[in-house]
């Protein structure tokens, strides 16, 4: 069985950062994980992925350029930094974990185990 347990959510202005951190348990190795969220009324949407073995990467349109993917497999941890924060990125945000795909994953459907959560509030 596999955990994920986000951290790092919380309320920032407007041009500010935040790092978010997600802590997997139990069986992660090749596995891609990624990084969703979800604004009141709208539905889930895809941030970030990032592969298990050469950490490749892909982002949203609407993050490109302002957010960053990484993982630390020793530790089991995906981070992403969110810099130049907007209002519209205001949403719960959910780290994935897709058991043994080597490389990237961008839609919801293809993730195994997903954490409850992490509010990030960005204030104008």
């Known amino acids: 069985q596999v955990q994920l347990v986000e951290s790092g959510g919380g309320l920032v202005q407007a041009g500010g950062s935040l790092r978010l951190s997600c802590a997997a348990s139990g069986r992660t190795s090749s596995s891609a994980m990624g990084w969703f969220r979800q604004a009141p009324g709208k539905e889930r949407e895809f941030v970030a992925t990032?592969?298990?073995?050469?950490?490749?990467?892909y982002y949203a349109e609407s993050v490109k350029g302002r957010f960053t993917i990484s993982r630390d497999n020793a530790k089991n941890t995906v981070y992403l930094q969110m810099n130049s924060l907007k209002p519209e990125d205001t949403a719960v945000y959910y780290c994935a974990l897709d058991v043994g795909r080597y490389g990237t994953a961008l839609r919801a459907y293809e993730y195994d185990y997903w954490g409850q959560g992490t509010q990030v509030t960005v204030s104008s």
């Open positions: 990032i592969s298990w073995r050469d950490s490749n990467t």
